[in-house]
């Protein structure tokens, strides 16, 4: 149940929904007061919401990333976009083998407590297609559509 949870979110993230930017007076006091515990150095936070979880967008050492939490304050996810030269070799060559006639147009890392999971979106002239990391050593087909 967790991992659909977390998939939806996921694909909600990559998929750009109905999500409004939110200033912090409207979030959750237990949001703020988890984000700000557990990620004390992050500047520049953007702050949205929607029905089911607050995502905070932010800088820290370096990195830009993003923190979905819920109303409880629970963090649910961490991601960042990456590089594919950033992925596991085992997935990068799963994707040079099975996906070489595709081009990538987003590649996000999730932490989701203690495991991380892998979307990447790629597309050819005919289909734009998500994929989701089995474990770290392949890809499984989350959504295809057609342009």
């Keep these: 149940m967790k991992k659909t949870i977390v998939t939806l ?16 007076n409207d979030i959750n006091k237990n949001a703020l007061t988890t984000f700000s515990t557990s990620f004390a150095k ?3 936070v953007k702050w949205e919401k929607n029905e089911t979880y607050y995502k905070a967008s932010f800088e820290m050492n370096g990195q830009s990333l993003n923190a979905l939490l819920s109303e ?10 990456i590089l594919s030269t950033d992925l596991p070799l085992s997935l990068q060559y799963s994707l040079n083998k ?19 999971v892998y979307y990447i979106v790629i597309e ?4 734009k297609t998500t994929l989701k990391s089995v474990d770290t050593s392949d890809w499984s087909e989350v959504k295809k559509i057609a342009k």
């Design 124 to 127: 050819n002239a005919d289909t």
């Design 98 to 116: 099975n996906f070489s006639s595709f081009w990538i147009s987003e590649l996000t890392e999730f932490a989701l407590g203690g495991e991380t």
């Design 42 to 44: 992050a500047t520049n």
């Design 72 to 81: 409880t304050g629970d963090i649910i996810a961490v991601s960042r976009n």
């Design 9 to 24: 979110i996921a694909l909600t993230m990559l998929t750009v929904s109905s999500v409004f930017a939110a200033g912090s």
